[in-house]
């Protein structure tokens, strides 16, 4: 079965640092969906894609985060400097990318948790 | 703008018996509503969405939720609880209109512990 991936699992850093998370959507899912997810908290979405353009970065701390999808398939997100704030799961999530998504079934890759001590 | 609530942070029931999980939405349009569940350590997982068809909506694992209008609800429920039901749920809500991007919408989730 079809999943997305995300690497690392776990990330654990000092604050000031650079920290990176990869994500590899389903094959054919042209949208990509990356949220943080604070505990005790439902996800909220930080940027959207639509093959390698950005949709919706609205909720992207740009200072500090940035988001790339080079050739419209996977993607990285990247945090520098990181702050003791960012401490979260990231999660990324990929659906087909009709024009109305809002139908459309987000599919979420298993997160990658960041510790910034 | 739309919104979701869950009404409880924390339900607790005991094997075998109902589960009702509470969620009231807000939307100027016609939303898009779903439901997620998410197991520790481990990625959000689709119940089951409703979109506009049957009020009436099954999902997996014998989920099943009522989109009500008149009450703007959209409540989760189970007959009969299981074990491996213990996880996180989530209410979602997501703009269907045109033009917009259709972003999911979150609530702050209910934890739903099962005792044997």
């Known amino acids: 079965e079809a999943e997305v991936a995300q690497s690392p699992r776990y990330k654990i850093t000092e604050k000031s640092q650079a920290v990176a998370f990869w994500c590899d959507p389903i094959s054919g899912h042209a949208t990509l969906y990356w949220y943080r997810q604070i505990l005790g908290q439902g996800p909220e979405l930080l940027v959207q894609f639509q093959d390698e353009s950005v949709v919706d970065d609205s909720q992207l701390p740009k200072d500090r985060f940035s988001a790339e999808r080079l050739k419209g398939v996977d993607s990285t997100l990247k945090i520098q400097p990181a702050e003791l704030g960012d401490s979260a799961m990231y999660l990324c999530?990929?659906?087909?990318?009709?024009?109305?998504?809002?139908?459309?079934?987000?599919?979420f890759g298993p997160g990658t948790r960041l510790t910034v001590l | 703008a739309q919104s979701v609530t869950q009404l409880d942070s924390h339900v607790s029931v005991s094997e075998g018996t109902p589960v009702l999980l509470r969620c009231n939405y807000s939307s100027s349009y016609s939303p898009s509503l779903f439901w997620y569940v998410q197991h520790p350590n481990k990625g959000l997982q689709l119940l089951l969405k409703y979109t506009s068809a049957a009020t009436l909506v099954k999902g997996i694992n014998g989920f099943e939720a009522e989109f009500k209008k008149s009450e703007t609800s959209f409540h989760l429920t189970k007959p009969s609880a299981h074990m491996s039901d213990a996880a996180e749920y989530f209410c979602?809500?997501?703009?269907?209109?045109?033009?917009?991007?259709?972003?999911?919408?979150f609530g702050k989730g209910t934890k739903l512990s099962v005792k044997p």
């Open positions: 999530a990929s659906s087909l990318g009709h024009r109305l998504a809002g139908g459309n079934e987000q599919f």
């Open positions: 979602v809500v997501s703009d269907r209109t045109r033009g917009s991007q259709g972003n999911l919408i």
